[in-house]
């Protein structure tokens, strides 16, 4: 059950992201920054770059859909993202996976 519920918020969100890229004419060079965020962070980056995909996820799911959407993007984990447990996403107020591109900062 936790499995298909991590692998159908993954999806979920892949697909948004897909779908967002595709209206706002992204190139093949843009790509998106996945980030995982307290909902502080969530609201200055949706402040600071357009457009955003935000999802809200359960902390106990939450760095497995991060690690399994790197994954699915083809974008390899920085050393920052290597080291989290559960434990320390939990305890660190962690609850938004956003994507954004840093090349498109809000005007």
């Known amino acids: 059950m936790k499995e298909q519920s991590i692998e159908n918020q993954t999806r979920i969100y892949l697909y948004d992201?897909?779908?967002t890229a595709k209206e706002y004419g992204f190139k093949a060079d843009d790509s998106w920054e996945l980030t995982m965020v307290t909902d502080a962070e969530r609201q200055k980056i949706q402040k600071d770059?357009?457009?955003t995909i935000a999802t809200k996820v359960i902390p106990e799911f939450l760095l497995q859909v991060f690690n399994l959407a790197k994954l699915r993007l083809n974008q390899s984990l920085n050393q920052v993202?290597?080291?989290p447990n559960n434990r320390s996403v939990i305890n660190s107020d962690l609850s938004y996976i956003v994507a954004f591109n840093p090349k498109r900062k809000r005007p």
């Open 17 to 19: 992201l897909m779908n």
């Open 49 to 51: 770059y357009y457009p």
């Open 81 to 83: 993202e290597e080291n």
